[in-house]
Protein backbone atom coordinates (compact mmCIF):
# COMPACT_ATOMS: atom_id res chain seq x y z
CA UNK A 1 0.00 0.00 0.00
CA UNK A 2 1.26 3.73 -0.76
CA UNK A 3 0.99 5.81 2.39
CA UNK A 4 2.66 8.81 0.58
CA UNK A 5 0.13 11.54 -1.01
CA UNK A 6 0.79 14.36 -2.96
CA UNK A 7 -0.13 17.85 -1.55
CA UNK A 8 -2.24 17.95 -4.19
CA UNK A 9 -4.59 14.48 -3.99
CA UNK A 10 -5.43 15.61 -0.17
CA UNK A 11 -6.88 19.15 -1.51
CA UNK A 12 -9.08 17.25 -4.01
CA UNK A 13 -9.77 14.34 -1.57
CA UNK A 14 -10.90 17.33 1.06
CA UNK A 15 -12.30 18.97 -1.81
CA UNK A 16 -14.44 16.05 -2.80
CA UNK A 17 -15.49 15.07 0.79
CA UNK A 18 -16.80 18.54 0.97
CA UNK A 19 -18.65 18.97 -2.11
CA UNK A 20 -20.40 15.41 -1.55
CA UNK A 21 -21.41 16.35 2.34
CA UNK A 22 -23.18 19.50 0.99
CA UNK A 23 -25.08 17.84 -1.82
CA UNK A 24 -26.02 15.35 0.81
CA UNK A 25 -27.54 18.49 3.03
CA UNK A 26 -28.81 19.88 0.20
CA UNK A 27 -30.82 16.78 -0.76
CA UNK A 28 -31.61 15.52 2.49
CA UNK A 29 -32.87 18.70 4.05
CA UNK A 30 -36.15 19.38 2.99
CA UNK A 31 -37.19 15.94 3.69
CA UNK A 32 -36.04 16.50 7.86
CA UNK A 33 -38.34 20.06 6.95
CA UNK A 34 -40.98 18.25 6.14
CA UNK A 35 -41.26 15.52 9.27
CA UNK A 36 -39.95 18.13 11.28
CA UNK A 37 -42.92 20.74 10.05
CA UNK A 38 -45.63 17.26 10.33
CA UNK A 39 -44.62 17.06 13.93
CA UNK A 40 -44.64 20.80 15.20
CA UNK A 41 -47.05 22.60 16.94
CA UNK A 42 -49.71 24.96 15.90
CA UNK A 43 -47.62 27.90 17.11
CA UNK A 44 -44.07 27.17 16.33
CA UNK A 45 -45.63 26.92 12.40
CA UNK A 46 -46.54 30.45 12.37
CA UNK A 47 -43.41 32.03 13.89
CA UNK A 48 -41.18 30.27 11.85
CA UNK A 49 -41.27 29.42 8.34
CA UNK A 50 -38.52 26.89 7.86
CA UNK A 51 -38.14 24.54 10.62
CA UNK A 52 -35.27 21.46 10.86
CA UNK A 53 -36.06 20.44 14.36
CA UNK A 54 -39.46 21.43 16.44
CA UNK A 55 -39.36 22.77 19.71
CA UNK A 56 -42.26 20.61 21.02
CA UNK A 57 -43.60 17.41 19.54
CA UNK A 58 -47.40 17.50 18.18
CA UNK A 59 -48.96 14.17 16.84
CA UNK A 60 -51.92 16.12 15.54
CA UNK A 61 -51.55 16.16 12.08
CA UNK A 62 -50.97 12.32 11.89
CA UNK A 63 -54.02 11.74 14.37
CA UNK A 64 -56.28 14.00 12.57
CA UNK A 65 -55.47 12.11 9.23
CA UNK A 66 -55.85 8.49 10.29
CA UNK A 67 -58.90 9.35 12.02
CA UNK A 68 -61.03 8.69 8.67
CA UNK A 69 -60.51 6.23 6.70
CA UNK A 70 -59.80 8.08 3.49
CA UNK A 71 -56.25 8.39 3.59
CA UNK A 72 -56.30 4.36 4.32
CA UNK A 73 -58.59 3.70 2.02
CA UNK A 74 -56.55 6.11 -0.89
CA UNK A 75 -53.16 4.29 0.93
CA UNK A 76 -54.59 0.80 0.24
CA UNK A 77 -55.81 2.17 -3.32
CA UNK A 78 -52.22 3.11 -4.11
CA UNK A 79 -50.56 -0.27 -2.99
CA UNK A 80 -53.05 -2.36 -4.41
CA UNK A 81 -51.78 -0.52 -8.17
CA UNK A 82 -48.42 -0.28 -7.04
CA UNK A 83 -48.09 -4.45 -6.30
CA UNK A 84 -50.20 -5.82 -8.90
CA UNK A 85 -49.04 -2.99 -11.41
CA UNK A 86 -45.38 -3.83 -10.51
CA UNK A 87 -46.32 -7.53 -11.25
CA UNK A 88 -48.29 -6.98 -14.68
CA UNK A 89 -45.43 -4.85 -15.79
CA UNK A 90 -42.39 -7.55 -15.17
CA UNK A 91 -44.42 -10.56 -15.94
CA UNK A 92 -45.31 -8.87 -19.76
CA UNK A 93 -41.92 -7.54 -20.02
CA UNK A 94 -40.19 -10.37 -19.58
CA UNK A 95 -42.41 -12.54 -21.74
CA UNK A 96 -41.47 -9.85 -24.55
CA UNK A 97 -38.08 -9.08 -23.55
CA UNK A 98 -37.24 -13.17 -23.81
CA UNK A 99 -38.14 -13.64 -27.16
CA UNK A 100 -36.58 -10.64 -28.70
CA UNK A 101 -33.13 -11.52 -27.09
CA UNK A 102 -33.28 -14.13 -29.88
CA UNK A 103 -31.80 -13.47 -32.89
CA UNK A 104 -33.41 -16.43 -34.85
CA UNK A 105 -36.76 -14.72 -33.87
CA UNK A 106 -38.95 -13.70 -37.22
CA UNK A 107 -39.30 -10.09 -37.77
CA UNK A 108 -37.16 -9.37 -34.59
CA UNK A 109 -35.82 -6.55 -36.06
CA UNK A 110 -39.11 -4.91 -37.05
CA UNK A 111 -40.89 -5.93 -33.93
CA UNK A 112 -37.71 -3.42 -31.95
CA UNK A 113 -38.36 -0.61 -34.17
CA UNK A 114 -41.71 -0.29 -33.27
CA UNK A 115 -40.80 -0.38 -30.08
CA UNK A 116 -37.62 1.90 -30.49
CA UNK A 117 -40.83 4.13 -31.76
CA UNK A 118 -42.97 3.98 -29.28
CA UNK A 119 -39.93 5.94 -27.14
CA UNK A 120 -39.95 8.69 -29.32
CA UNK A 121 -43.69 9.16 -30.18
CA UNK A 122 -46.60 9.05 -28.72
CA UNK A 123 -50.56 8.70 -29.51
CA UNK A 124 -50.91 12.25 -26.94
CA UNK A 125 -53.63 12.59 -23.63
CA UNK A 126 -56.76 12.89 -25.41
CA UNK A 127 -56.63 9.72 -28.37
CA UNK A 128 -54.97 7.93 -24.89
CA UNK A 129 -57.85 8.72 -23.12
CA UNK A 130 -60.01 7.85 -25.89
CA UNK A 131 -58.61 4.86 -26.19
CA UNK A 132 -59.01 3.85 -23.08
CA UNK A 133 -62.68 4.91 -22.72
CA UNK A 134 -63.46 2.35 -25.81
CA UNK A 135 -62.05 -0.81 -24.36
CA UNK A 136 -64.35 -0.10 -20.99
CA UNK A 137 -61.34 0.15 -18.64
CA UNK A 138 -62.36 3.72 -17.85
CA UNK A 139 -62.82 4.29 -14.00
CA UNK A 140 -61.04 1.31 -13.00
CA UNK A 141 -57.35 0.39 -11.81
CA UNK A 142 -57.05 -1.48 -15.24
CA UNK A 143 -56.77 2.03 -16.68
CA UNK A 144 -53.74 3.10 -14.62
CA UNK A 145 -51.59 -0.40 -15.11
CA UNK A 146 -52.36 -1.19 -18.75
CA UNK A 147 -51.38 1.79 -20.84
CA UNK A 148 -47.85 1.14 -19.49
CA UNK A 149 -47.51 -2.32 -18.76
CA UNK A 150 -43.98 -2.29 -21.03
CA UNK A 151 -41.74 0.33 -20.60
CA UNK A 152 -39.92 0.14 -23.86
CA UNK A 153 -36.36 1.45 -22.49
CA UNK A 154 -36.99 -1.15 -19.35
CA UNK A 155 -37.48 -4.12 -22.51
CA UNK A 156 -34.34 -3.08 -24.14
CA UNK A 157 -32.23 -3.07 -20.98
CA UNK A 158 -34.16 -6.19 -19.65
CA UNK A 159 -33.73 -8.08 -23.33
CA UNK A 160 -29.71 -6.97 -23.31
CA UNK A 161 -29.23 -8.69 -20.44
CA UNK A 162 -31.21 -11.71 -21.60
CA UNK A 163 -28.43 -11.78 -24.28
CA UNK A 164 -25.57 -11.63 -22.06
CA UNK A 165 -26.65 -15.20 -20.79
CA UNK A 166 -24.64 -18.25 -22.00
CA UNK A 167 -26.39 -19.47 -25.04
CA UNK A 168 -25.44 -23.11 -23.98
CA UNK A 169 -27.54 -23.04 -21.05
CA UNK A 170 -30.87 -22.93 -23.20
CA UNK A 171 -29.36 -25.40 -25.63
CA UNK A 172 -28.53 -28.32 -22.99
CA UNK A 173 -32.25 -27.42 -21.33
CA UNK A 174 -33.80 -28.36 -24.57
CA UNK A 175 -31.99 -31.33 -25.25
CA UNK A 176 -33.06 -32.66 -22.17
CA UNK A 177 -36.50 -31.74 -23.47
CA UNK A 178 -37.39 -28.11 -21.39
CA UNK A 179 -39.33 -25.91 -23.67
CA UNK A 180 -38.86 -22.04 -23.50
CA UNK A 181 -41.49 -20.91 -21.07
CA UNK A 182 -39.73 -24.17 -18.74
CA UNK A 183 -36.75 -22.34 -19.68
CA UNK A 184 -37.43 -18.54 -18.65
CA UNK A 185 -39.23 -19.52 -15.64
CA UNK A 186 -36.17 -22.07 -13.89
CA UNK A 187 -33.42 -20.85 -15.96
CA UNK A 188 -33.89 -17.00 -17.34
CA UNK A 189 -35.19 -15.32 -14.42
CA UNK A 190 -32.92 -17.10 -11.71
CA UNK A 191 -30.30 -15.90 -13.15
CA UNK A 192 -31.68 -12.35 -13.86
CA UNK A 193 -32.52 -11.58 -10.83
CA UNK A 194 -30.76 -8.63 -10.36
CA UNK A 195 -32.10 -6.72 -13.79
CA UNK A 196 -35.79 -7.71 -12.54
CA UNK A 197 -34.83 -6.57 -9.18
CA UNK A 198 -33.64 -3.21 -10.44
CA UNK A 199 -36.65 -2.25 -12.82
CA UNK A 200 -39.28 -3.95 -10.12
CA UNK A 201 -38.38 -1.57 -8.13
CA UNK A 202 -38.32 1.01 -10.85
CA UNK A 203 -41.90 0.17 -12.26
CA UNK A 204 -43.20 0.49 -8.31
CA UNK A 205 -41.94 3.73 -8.16
CA UNK A 206 -43.77 5.08 -10.97
CA UNK A 207 -46.78 3.45 -9.76
CA UNK A 208 -46.59 5.11 -6.56
CA UNK A 209 -46.03 8.27 -7.63
CA UNK A 210 -48.53 8.16 -10.34
CA UNK A 211 -50.74 11.02 -10.64
CA UNK A 212 -51.92 12.07 -14.37
CA UNK A 213 -52.89 8.59 -14.99
CA UNK A 214 -55.31 8.31 -12.10
CA UNK A 215 -56.59 12.42 -12.65
CA UNK A 216 -57.80 11.41 -16.16
CA UNK A 217 -59.23 7.63 -15.61
CA UNK A 218 -60.29 7.73 -12.41
CA UNK A 219 -63.50 9.83 -11.71
CA UNK A 220 -64.65 7.17 -8.46
CA UNK A 221 -62.98 9.15 -5.31
CA UNK A 222 -62.84 5.81 -3.63
CA UNK A 223 -60.47 4.56 -6.19
CA UNK A 224 -57.92 7.15 -5.76
CA UNK A 225 -54.72 6.71 -5.08
CA UNK A 226 -52.51 8.97 -2.24
CA UNK A 227 -50.96 11.17 -5.00
CA UNK A 228 -54.25 12.05 -6.04
CA UNK A 229 -55.72 12.37 -2.70
CA UNK A 230 -52.81 15.03 -2.07
CA UNK A 231 -53.47 16.65 -4.90
CA UNK A 232 -57.25 17.59 -3.56
CA UNK A 233 -55.94 18.39 -0.38
CA UNK A 234 -53.30 20.84 -1.45
CA UNK A 235 -55.17 22.55 -3.62
CA UNK A 236 -58.81 23.10 -1.43
CA UNK A 237 -56.24 23.60 1.07
CA UNK A 238 -59.35 22.93 3.49
CA UNK A 239 -58.01 19.63 5.76
CA UNK A 240 -61.20 17.97 5.06
CA UNK A 241 -60.17 14.66 5.28
CA UNK A 242 -60.80 14.01 9.33
CA UNK A 243 -63.00 14.12 11.33
CA UNK A 244 -62.17 16.30 14.13
CA UNK A 245 -65.91 15.90 16.08
CA UNK A 246 -65.04 12.13 16.84
CA UNK A 247 -61.65 12.87 18.60
CA UNK A 248 -63.23 15.09 21.31
CA UNK A 249 -63.23 18.50 22.58
CA UNK A 250 -59.64 18.16 23.80
CA UNK A 251 -58.33 17.66 19.91
CA UNK A 252 -57.06 20.55 17.94
CA UNK A 253 -57.16 21.16 14.43
CA UNK A 254 -54.20 21.39 12.69
CA UNK A 255 -52.23 24.07 10.86
CA UNK A 256 -52.93 23.55 7.12
CA UNK A 257 -49.32 23.45 6.20
CA UNK A 258 -48.72 21.11 9.05
CA UNK A 259 -50.95 18.95 7.65
CA UNK A 260 -50.18 18.97 4.23
CA UNK A 261 -46.68 18.13 5.17
CA UNK A 262 -48.30 15.12 7.47
CA UNK A 263 -49.75 13.75 4.40
CA UNK A 264 -46.68 13.97 1.83
CA UNK A 265 -44.24 12.48 4.56
CA UNK A 266 -47.51 9.37 5.07
CA UNK A 267 -47.61 9.55 0.90
CA UNK A 268 -43.69 8.48 0.82
CA UNK A 269 -42.88 7.23 3.77
CA UNK A 270 -43.66 3.20 2.33
CA UNK A 271 -41.58 3.47 -0.70
CA UNK A 272 -38.34 5.01 1.20
CA UNK A 273 -38.79 2.29 3.00
CA UNK A 274 -38.47 -0.48 0.07
CA UNK A 275 -35.77 1.08 -1.53
CA UNK A 276 -32.31 0.29 0.58
CA UNK A 277 -33.51 -3.34 0.21
CA UNK A 278 -33.01 -3.03 -3.71
CA UNK A 279 -30.47 -0.23 -3.69
CA UNK A 280 -27.81 -3.06 -3.96
CA UNK A 281 -29.40 -4.56 -7.35
CA UNK A 282 -29.34 -1.30 -9.24
CA UNK A 283 -25.55 -0.75 -10.51
CA UNK A 284 -25.23 -4.83 -11.81
CA UNK A 285 -28.76 -5.09 -12.84
CA UNK A 286 -28.84 -1.38 -15.41
CA UNK A 287 -25.47 -2.02 -16.14
CA UNK A 288 -25.39 -5.27 -17.13
CA UNK A 289 -28.24 -5.09 -19.68
CA UNK A 290 -26.68 -1.90 -20.75
CA UNK A 291 -23.64 -2.84 -22.75
CA UNK A 292 -24.94 -4.60 -25.60
CA UNK A 293 -27.15 -3.92 -28.03
Same mark, same amino acid.
Given at each position: ? @????? $??????????? +????? %??? !????????????????????????? &???????? $?????? @??????? &???? *???? /???? /? *????????????????????? #? *??????????????????? &????????????? =?????????????????????? /???? %??? *????? !??????????????????????? @???????????? $? =?????? #????????????? +?????? @? #???????????????????????????????????? #????????????????? %??????
Amino acid at each position: M @IHDRT $WGSRVFTVINY +VLISL %LAL !ATITPFIHLIAASLTTAEEVREKSF &ILFPTVLS $WNSYSY @ILSTNTI &ILSM *GNTV /FITV /F *GTLVNIAMTTLMAYPLAHKTL #I *GRSRIMMLVLFTMMFGGGM &IPSFILVKQLGML =NTYWSVIIPGAISAFNLIVIKN /FFQQ %LPE *GLEES !AKMDGANDLYILARIVIPLSMPA @IATFSLFYAVGH $W =NAFLGP #ILYLNDPDRWPIQ +VLMRQI @I #ILSQGGIGNAEEMGSEFILPPEQTLKSAVIVFANLP #ILLVYPFLQKHFAKGVL %LGSVKG
